[in-house]
C-alpha cells in the first residue's frame, strides 16, 4: 500500500505545539503504517501559508493524484491541507475522485454525509476564527493610531524611530539632506533626475544602496511625513498567493492622520507639489516634438512664462506656446486677471529666432538694439497689481479662518465641520503665498542686458557652422546665449488662413 504523507509548517506554526514539521512526519508515518502502508510519499512545504492552493508540495500530491498513484492520503490536520474551506473541498473531491482514502491525525474523517457535514463545519469555523484574528489586528492597529502614535517602524528616510513612543524622532543628518533636496527642486527648479546626478555627484549617500535614484527622489518630495503627517489605514493590502499581493487604497475618509514632527514647512512642501506638477507639464516626454525655445519664451503682455500647448488632431497636433496664466492653477486667484495674449506657433518662433541670432552672428553691429536695459515697466507694473490683489485675497481668506475659529469655540459648528474649513482654508492660503512667490521670481526677471560686445562673443562662438547641428546641439547653442525671449502676437488673422506677425524681444545672457 502506497501512502501519501501532506505536511505543512507555516513559519507562524513552527512554534505551534504539535504543528513542528518533526511531530508532522512521525505521527503521519505512524498512522500509515497502522493502515498497512509499506511505502511512503512525502510532501512537505515549509513555510507556506495554508490561504493559498497554490504550494509546490500540493502541486505535486495533486498531480500524483489525478495518476492515481495512492492508496491513502494522510494529514496531521484539516487545517494543514487548507485554511480555505472551499479548497479544502476541492482536494478532499480531487482525493475521492483518484480512489485514495483520506486520513486525518488528530480528528477522525468518514466519508458519510455527516462526516462530511463536520469536515466542512470545522473548515467553516477555522475560516471564521481566523477572520476574527484578523479584524481584530485591524481594530487594534485603528485604535493605536487614534491615539497618535505610529503603528509601525516604516523606517522614513531622515527620521529614528523611538520604540517607546512609537514615534519618529527627526535624524538631522538625515533631515539636512532632504531640506537639501526640496531646496533644488523648488528654488534651483531642478527635476527628479538632475537632482539624483547633484547629489551623487557630491558624494551624498542614499537611503539604501550606493547612488541616488529618480524614484527614491520623487517619494521623498511626495512623502506627507515630510511636512509633519503620516496617514494610517491609507493602503489596503491584501495577499493573492505565497509571494504575491495588491495594495490598493482605502477611501480618503478611512485614512487616519498621525502627527510626527516635520522637516520642512506646508509651504515649502505644496512648492515642490507644484514644481513637480510644472517639471511633468513641461517635461520632454509629454511632448510630441521637442522645441528649440522651450523653456525660454516669455509673455510680451505680461512678462509671464509661456508653456508648449497642443491643439487639433491628436496623432498630428498642432504646437503653441501659451501664456502660464492660462493653463496653469498657480494662477487659480487671479482670475479676473488672467492674460488675454495669443497663443504662438513654436515651429515659427522657433525657425524665426535661429534665424535671427545667425543674422546677429554675421551682423554684430545690430546688437545694440538688443543690449539696452529697457526693461518691461507695464510688466512690472502689472506684476505689483497683481501682488497687491493678492494680499487683499490673503487678508479676507485669513478672517474667514477667524471666524471659524469663533463659531467652533462657540460651539456653533462642531469639531469635523471645522476642521474640514480649515483644512480648506489652509490650502487657499498656501496656494496665494505660491503665486506671490512665482510673482515675485517674475520681478527678478526683469534684470539689466549684457554689453554688445559679450554677446557679440558669445554668438560667434555658438553660432558657427550651425549646418552641422544636430538638434540638441541646436538646443543647446540657444540656451548658451539667450536668457528668455518675450514674444506676443499682433496680427489679426485666424484659422487656416493666418499670417501670424509677432514683435520679438531677445533678452541675452
Known amino acids: 500500500m502506497i501512502a501519501a504523507l501532506y505536511i505543512r509548517v507555516s513559519t507562524a506554526d513552527q512554534a505551534e505545539k504539535g504543528y513542528s514539521l518533526e511531530t508532522q512526519l512521525s505521527e503521519n508515518r505512524q498512522k500509515a503504517s497502522e493502515l498497512g502502508a509499506t511505502t511512503f510519499v512525502e510532501f512537505i512545504d515549509d513555510g507556506y501559508s495554508g490561504e493559498y492552493i497554490d504550494r509546490p508540495a500540493l502541486t505535486q500530491l495533486r498531480d500524483g493524484l489525478e495518476r492515481r498513484e495512492f492508496d491513502i492520503v494522510v494529514i496531521y490536520d484539516p487545517d494543514r491541507l487548507a485554511r480555505n474551506l472551499a479548497h479544502q473541498l476541492i482536494i478532499t473531491d480531487e482525493i475521492e475522485k483518484s480512489g485514495a482514502k483520506l486520513l486525518f491525525v488528530s480528528v477522525t474523517f468518514e466519508a458519510s454525509p455527516e462526516g462530511k457535514l463536520f469536515y466542512s463545519m470545522r473548515g467553516a469555523i477555522s475560516a471564521y476564527e ?4 484578523k479584524e481584530r489586528t485591524t481594530r487594534g492597529k485603528k485604535g493605536k493610531a487614534r491615539q497618535g502614535k505610529l ?14 513612543n512609537s514615534m519618529y524622532i527627526i535624524n538631522e543628518d538625515q533631515a539636512a539632506i532632504i531640506r537639501q533636496i526640496f531646496d533644488l527642486c523648488i528654488n534651483s527648479k531642478m527635476g527628479t533626475a538632475l537632482i539624483s546626478k547633484e547629489l551623487n555627484n557630491e558624494g551624498i549617500p542614499a537611503p539604501r544602496g550606493n547612488r541616488w535614484i529618480v524614484s527614491s527622489i520623487h517619494r521623498i518630495l511626495t512623502n506627507t511625513a515630510y511636512r509633519g503627517v503620516i496617514y494610517s489605514m491609507k493602503h489596503k493590502s491584501t495577499k493573492t498567493g505565497f509571494n504575491t499581493r495588491t495594495i490598493e487604497i482605502r477611501p480618503e475618509s478611512e485614512w487616519i492622520p498621525i502627527q510626527v514632527p516635520p522637516i520642512v514647512d506646508e509651504l515649502t512642501w505644496h512648492s515642490a ?8 507639464d513641461l517635461a520632454k516626454r509629454n511632448l510630441k516634438n521637442d522645441y528649440l525655445l522651450n523653456g525660454l519664451v516669455c509673455c510680451a503682455r505680461c512678462g509671464r512664462k509661456m508653456t508648449i500647448k ?10 503653441y506656446y501659451a501664456c502660464l496664466t492660462q493653463v496653469s492653477t498657480s494662477y487659480l486667484y487671479l482670475e479676473n486677471d488672467k492674460c488675454t495674449a495669443r497663443r504662438i506657433p513654436a515651429v515659427i518662433l522657433d525657425e524665426l529666432v535661429w534665424d535671427k541670432l545667425h543674422e546677429l552672428a554675421k551682423n554684430p553691429e545690430l546688437i ?56 480648506e482654508i489652509n490650502r487657499q492660503l498656501i496656494d496665494i503665498e505660491i503665486t506671490k512667490k512665482c510673482l515675485n521670481d517674475e520681478l527678478n526677471l526683469l534684470t539689466p542686458q549684457t554689453s554688445p560686445t559679450d554677446i557679440a562673443m558669445n554668438l560667434k562662438k555658438y553660432f558657427k557652422d550651425t ?43
Open 151 to 164: 503603528v509601525n517602524n516604516g523606517r522614513c528616510f531622515g527620521y529614528d524611530y523611538d520604540k517607546a
Open 368 to 423: 545694440d538694439q538688443y543690449a539696452q536695459n529697457i526693461g518691461n515697466p507695464i510688466a512690472t507694473v502689472k506684476i505689483k497689481n497683481n501682488l497687491v490683489r493678492l494680499k487683499e485675497n490673503e487678508k479676507k481668506i485669513s478672517i474667514q479662518k477667524e471666524t471659524i475659529m469663533r463659531w467652533f469655540r462657540h460651539e456653533i459648528i462642531n469639531s469635523s465641520d471645522a476642521e474640514k474649513q480649515l483644512d
Open 273 to 280: 507639489q507644484k514644481q513637480l506638477q510644472l517639471n511633468k
Open 130 to 133: 481566523k477572520e476574527k484574528i
Open 310 to 319: 497642443h491643439s487639433g488632431n491628436s496623432n498630428n497636433p498642432v504646437s
Open 467 to 509: 549646418q552641422y547641428y544636430s538638434e540638441e546641439e541646436r538646443k543647446i547653442a540657444m540656451r548658451a546665449v539667450l536668457d528668455k525671449v518675450d514674444v506676443e502676437r499682433i496680427d489679426i488673422t485666424y484659422a487656416k488662413n493666418s499670417k501670424p506677425e509677432f514683435t520679438i524681444d531677445l533678452k541675452f545672457l
